[in-house]
């Protein structure tokens, strides 16, 4: 069974930085693409930035583009969200989530099949 547990999360004043990480086990985690999504109240869950397992491809929505970078360290398996120039735009629960499938790149979040409980992030004006 794979487990995903983020931490990380907090509250940060706009501008501000914060830093995500996921820890994976039950499974090889260096042959999965893994994602990160959010979902603020009131709304449906949304994609924001995905790492291929090859290390070679990164996607990111276009809301965080050149604010987010995702990262991963297969040795520890970890992933990572690193989230600067924050927004209040930017609250909301987090949640990592693994590729249900190995070996291929995918950001639709129908096809993760294995999430984190999530951590709260909170951006103050």
């Known amino acids: 069974q794979v487990q995903l547990v983020e931490s990380g999360g907090g509250l940060v004043q706009a501008g501000g930085s914060l830093r995500l990480s996921c820890a994976a086990s039950?499974?090889?985690?260096?042959?999965?693409?893994m994602g990160w999504f959010r979902q603020a109240p009131g709304k449906e869950r949304e994609f924001v930035a995905a790492?291929?397992?090859?290390?070679?491809?990164?996607y990111y929505a276009d809301s965080v583009k050149g604010r987010f970078t995702i990262s991963r360290d297969n040795a520890k398996n970890t992933v990572y969200l690193q989230m600067n120039s924050l927004k209040p735009e930017d609250t909301a629960v987090y949640y990592c989530?693994?590729?249900?499938?190995?070996?291929?790149?995918?950001?639709?979040?129908?096809?993760?099949?294995?999430w984190g409980q999530g951590t709260q992030v909170t951006v103050s004006s």
């Open positions: 039950g499974r090889t985690f260096s042959t999965y693409t």
């Open positions: 989530a693994a590729d249900r499938l190995p070996l291929r790149f995918v950001v639709t979040a129908g096809e993760y099949d294995y």
């Open positions: 790492h291929s397992w090859s290390g070679l491809t990164t």
